[in-house]
């Protein structure tokens, strides 16, 4: 069970962010981007590396998580969703994703797990969302689903607060491991799912 499944009940505890959201006149797509603009704060931070920097990483992480899905709901509150939004809205994510995960990479000098990790987000999400361009419904399940990896991020950078080393690895290592493994299973994962709806 991923925390993708967790939408509906999210989406009941964002109406209060919702209605502050069109109090402030605040569009959708302004708040896809200020999501973005989190995220590359706290690709910052994880490049920084320091334990101070990576605690005001995890806050922004599940911030940007937040806002991702204020973004939606408040479209949809609206009544202005669109094609065009939800073109935004993925490829704002798409390029968080990568500075988050760049930033952590960055951070403990692994470029080689950052690259792993970063192709295994990518294809997942492309996995996701190319379902839906074939035909089928929009897949957001498997193992390691966006919501996640976000929350997994945020653990991490609080654990990286006060852990610099867990068997002689940064946390941060194992999390870009994680990402790299996962990710490509649950990729594939989602490509065996659609595959056998479409054959």
């Given at each position: 069970m991923t925390l993708d499944q967790l939408r509906p009940v999210a989406n009941r505890l964002l109406a209060p962010w919702v209605r502050g959201a069109k109090a402030v006149g605040a569009t959708p797509n302004s708040v896809s981007v200020v999501a973005f603009l989190l995220a590359v704060g706290a690709g910052v931070a994880f490049y920084v590396a320091t334990p101070l920097a990576y605690g005001a990483g995890a806050v922004l992480v599940f911030l940007n998580g937040w806002l991702d899905l204020?973004?939606?709901?408040?479209?949809?509150?609206?009544?202005?969703?669109?094609?065009?939004?939800?073109?935004?809205?993925?490829?704002?994510?798409?390029?968080?994703?990568?500075?988050?995960?760049?930033?952590?990479?960055?951070?403990?000098?692994?470029?080689?797990?950052?690259?792993?990790?970063?192709?295994?987000?990518?294809l997942t999400s492309y996995l996701g969302t190319q379902a839906e361009a074939v035909g089928l419904d929009r897949v957001y399940g498997g193992l390691l689903g966006r919501a996640d990896r976000?929350?997994?991020?945020?653990?991490?950078?609080?654990?990286s607060v006060s852990v610099s080393s867990v068997g002689g690895y940064s946390p941060v290592a194992y999390l870009l491991g994680l990402f790299a493994v996962v990710g490509h299973l649950t990729a594939v994962q989602r490509f065996v799912s659609a595959?056998?709806?479409?054959?």
């Open positions: 204020l973004d939606g709901a408040l479209a949809r509150e609206l009544g202005t969703d669109s094609e065009a939004g939800d073109l935004l809205d993925h490829v704002l994510d798409r390029y968080a994703d990568v500075v988050v995960v760049a930033g952590l990479a960055a951070g403990i000098a692994r470029f080689d797990l950052g690259l792993a990790a970063v192709t295994g987000v990518l976000l929350a997994l991020v945020g653990v991490t950078g609080a654990v595959w056998r709806q479409l054959a």
